[in-house]
């Protein structure tokens, strides 16, 4: 019986790391059905991404073998099973299109997870996620007990066995202690091309500013308000006869499009986190 793995690296950078890790995988009767390399020429840092067919080696059999070579080139690694889907909770609030988005793709077979259930501070999309068959909890976050709200949140999330979390235009802070337990693993879409107009009403912003291209981003969230690692961005171009709703409508497209991309290539084990910046095989 075969396995398929994805085995993720990053390490100082040095002569022998693909020669060694190749000849490791095929002395184990393993196949490398992809392979994606990085050398990041300013930081002398090596990044690596191989989709590899196994056998006979378990999943615990090849991270006891592996280990001597992690150890000797300083890796930061993680196998992961390539055939387990991974489990991710989706965030809303009252706009809808990001998240109709996704669950058409979910339902088309184009994303490769579970959603176990969406969580919205509105009940607003109750019936149309339910159409789905996807469970839907309504956690209200009053302005004067966000804590309390946030601590259900963080139960469900914990009692869905969530493996990544998307805020799907969930327009709310995630309180920091959340954003540190779900590290690299909580994913957001900005109605803007980040760094460039953060906060509430981005498109606003565009507007009085006269920016001739809008833009969304996918990014993973940290503590920082709309600092975290990017993922994914796109751009559509706008010009003086646009109004401030144009910009809202334009920009729907992208943000879901730019969303759906991003958590296509962290389910795919595709994006790698360096500091605050991503390394993504796409």
Same mark, same amino acid.
């Given at each position: 019986?075969?396995?398929?793995?994805? /085995?993720?690296?990053?390490?100082?950078?040095?002569?022998?790391?693909?020669?060694?890790? $190749?000849?490791?995988?095929?002395?184990? !009767?393993?196949?490398? @059905? !992809?392979?994606?390399?990085?050398?990041?020429?300013?930081?002398?840092?090596?990044?690596?991404?191989?989709?590899?067919?196994?056998?006979?080696?378990?999943? &615990?059999?090849?991270?006891?073998?592996?280990?001597?070579?992690?150890?000797?080139?300083?890796?930061?690694?993680?196998? $992961? *099973?390539?055939?387990?889907?991974?489990?991710?909770?989706?965030?809303?609030?009252?706009?809808?299109?990001?998240?109709?988005?996704?669950?058409?793709?979910?339902?088309?077979?184009?994303? *490769?997870?579970?959603?176990?259930?969406?969580?919205?501070?509105?009940?607003?999309?109750?019936?149309?996620?339910?159409?789905?068959?996807?469970?839907?909890?309504?956690?209200?976050?009053?302005?004067?007990?966000?804590?309390?709200?946030?601590? !259900?949140?963080?139960?469900? #999330?914990?009692?869905?066995?969530?493996? $990544?979390?998307? /805020?799907?235009?969930?327009?709310? #802070?995630?309180?920091?202690?959340?954003?540190?337990?779900?590290?690299?693993?909580?994913?957001?879409?900005?109605? $803007?091309?980040?760094?460039?107009?953060?906060?509430?009403?981005?498109?606003?912003?565009?507007?009085?500013?006269?920016?001739?291209? @809008?833009?969304?981003?996918?990014?993973?969230?940290?503590? !920082?308000?709309?600092?975290?690692?990017? #993922?994914?961005?796109?751009?559509?171009?706008?010009?003086?006869?646009?109004?401030?709703?144009?910009?809202?409508? /334009?920009? %729907?497209?992208?943000?879901?499009?730019?969303?759906? %991309?991003? /958590?296509?290539?962290?389910?795919?084990?595709?994006?790698?986190? &360096?500091?605050?910046?991503?390394?993504?095989?796409?």
């Amino acid at each position: 019986m075969s396995h398929n793995y994805r /085995l993720i690296v990053s390490c100082p950078d040095r002569v022998g790391i693909v020669s060694r890790v $190749s000849s490791f995988i095929a002395s184990q !009767e393993g196949s490398i @059905i !992809e392979a994606n390399q990085h050398s990041d020429l300013a930081t002398g840092r090596f990044f690596m991404r191989y989709d590899i067919r196994a056998n006979a080696l378990s999943a &615990h059999d090849f991270r006891i073998a592996f280990a001597p070579i992690a150890e000797e080139f300083e890796m930061n690694w993680r196998l $992961s *099973d390539s055939d387990r889907r991974q489990r991710v909770v989706v965030m809303v609030s009252k706009e809808s299109h990001c998240l109709v988005d996704l669950l058409y793709r979910w339902s088309a077979g184009e994303l *490769d997870c579970d959603i176990p259930c969406v969580i919205s501070n509105h009940d607003d999309l109750r019936a149309m996620v339910a159409w789905y068959g996807i469970p839907f909890h309504h956690v209200a976050v009053e302005p004067d007990d966000k804590a309390s709200a946030f601590a !259900e949140v963080e139960r469900l #999330i914990t009692a869905a066995e969530a493996d $990544s979390v998307v /805020l799907a235009r969930y327009m709310q #802070i995630l309180p920091p202690d959340l954003c540190q337990r779900y590290a690299g693993r909580v994913i957001n879409i900005h109605h $803007s091309f980040l760094p460039s107009f953060a906060g509430a009403k981005p498109y606003h912003q565009a507007f009085e500013r006269g920016v001739k291209l @809008i833009g969304a981003t996918c990014h993973y969230v940290t503590e !920082e308000l709309d600092a975290g690692p990017i #993922i994914e961005q796109d751009i559509q171009r706008v010009s003086h006869c646009h109004t401030p709703q144009d910009l809202v409508r /334009l920009g %729907r497209d992208v943000e879901k499009a730019v969303l759906a %991309r991003g /958590l296509r290539w962290h389910l795919q084990d595709r994006v790698l986190i &360096h500091g605050n910046k991503t390394v993504v095989f796409s």
